[in-house]
């Protein structure tokens, strides 16, 4: 019966073999979520032997890994801005640049009464965004729509885990909030082209669900919409924050040039390309 160091060991070189992204650290994540013992624990239990079953389902694991299936929806987890989510193929993995997309909106709200304000995060697919925002400023009202019954199924979910309380609305973009009117948007809408699409890595394409990922023959369909739908849903003095394509920039701002819009800019991500579109509403 080999021991945990043996497997450990062994799961990390044959990731390396198959050129598996950071091979030991992948190893580490599935040995400790079939242990259920956090990742450095590991290192203090070398010499314990793994059953029969354990085996098993790591042996699952490799597989699926092997295969390309990202390790977020082999774990079912991701950790989001101070949030543990559930994430599930119904549902994007919530990337980096989405949670300094979080973190911009935070530090621009903190120096801002909140209090009874409703913030809306629109496409929110498993919540980071909004509950990350609730989680951060509380007195809040936050909403976050969808058009999945299973995305919102797993930000209903995800909401509830992190103690937060956010209301769940189904519809297509902005239908959800009819009569109703916002001071804060958070949207990373579908914003991938047809083209870029066709050209995905499989640990995307073939995973992660297409409708939440496709905006268009251009990628723009998303903005198109809320540029033109959005200013019947805001309060004045309204705060939007939008994700974009790295090559989306101009097209975006474009679409808001209307003399409703003010402090357009756009911002760069850590990569520095364009990723980020912020404006107020007048």
């Known amino acids: 019966m080999k021991t945990l160091g043996e497997i450990l060991q062994l799961t990390a070189q044959c990731f390396k073999e198959k ?38 389902v790591l042996r699952d694991l490799v597989k699926r890994k092997l295969k390309g299936e990202p390790l977020e929806y082999l774990l079912g987890r991701v950790s989001f801005y101070g949030c543990t989510l559930t994430v599930t193929r119904d549902v994007l993995i919530p990337r980096p640049e989405t949670e300094i997309l979080l973190d911009k909106a935070c530090h621009r709200l903190k120096s801002l009464s909140l209090e009874g ?45 992190n103690g937060v309380s956010v ?72 705060l939007l924050f939008f994700e974009i394509g790295f090559s989306q920039g101009k097209a975006v701002q474009d679409l808001f040039l209307a003399p409703c819009w003010r402090h357009a800019r756009i911002e760069k991500d850590f990569a520095g390309h364009d990723r980020f579109f912020f404006l107020e509403f007048e």
Do not use: M
């Open 19 to 56: 050129n598996i992204e950071r091979p030991r650290r992948t190893a580490e994540e599935l040995l400790s979520f079939v242990l259920h013992l956090p990742r450095l624990e590991l290192y203090l239990q070398f010499d314990k032997p793994l059953v029969q079953d354990e085996l098993n």
């Open 117 to 161: 304000k409703k913030a809306w995060d629109l496409c929110t697919g498993s919540g980071c965004l909004g509950i990350g925002l609730k989680k951060t400023f509380p007195q809040l009202q936050v909403f976050l729509s969808d058009v999945s019954d299973k995305a919102l199924a797993v930000a209903r979910n995800n909401a509830e885990t």
């Open 167 to 238: 209301a769940c609305l189904k519809g297509d973009l902005l239908a959800p909030f009819a009569g109703s009117k916002a001071d804060i948007i958070l949207c990373n809408p579908p914003y991938v082209s047809n083209k870029e699409y066709d050209h995905l890595d499989s640990s995307v394409s073939a995973y992660e669900p297409k409708e939440a990922l496709v905006g268009g023959e251009e990628g723009l369909f998303f903005y198109q919409r809320l540029s033109a739908e959005l200013p019947a849903c805001l309060n004045p003095g309204a």
